[in-house]
């Protein structure tokens, strides 16, 4: 897979921050509603960043720009494991599901290039 552009991570971390507020609204613990809230915030300036981007300039590889990014694996693969719980709804499962693995291998490849 190539190295996914801004627009590519702007997409991604777009969806995934409406799953996570469907995922929000959805649970019945407020510790759970924490833990989105948390990561949630953690997208939503990372977004914020990337938006100050030109348009020009979102066919560049991603690299990650907020702190809080670059700690914030732990804590959506613990929200996976638990999803069940989390996470109630079929539907926003299934979602989640799909665009996590989208934001993980986007994330990963920080990683392996040492970003992280």
Do not use: C
Request: charged fraction near 30%; hydrophobic fraction near 40%.
């Amino acid at each position: 897979m190539a190295q996914a552009t801004v627009a590519d991570a702007l997409r991604e971390f777009m969806t995934f921050m409406d799953i996570l507020d469907d995922a929000y609204w959805e649970a019945a613990r407020i510790e759970h509603k924490d833990s989105l809230y948390d990561i949630i915030s953690i997208f939503t300036k990372e977004v914020s960043e990337l938006n100050k981007l030109s348009v020009q300039d979102h066919h560049y590889p991603y690299e990650i720009i907020s702190e809080g990014l670059q700690r914030v694996v732990p804590r959506l693969e613990r929200i996976n494991e638990e999803q069940l719980v989390i996470i109630p709804r079929t539907r926003t499962g299934h979602d989640f599901r799909e665009t996590l693995s989208m934001v993980l291998n986007i994330l990963d490849e920080q990683l392996e290039l040492g970003s992280l």
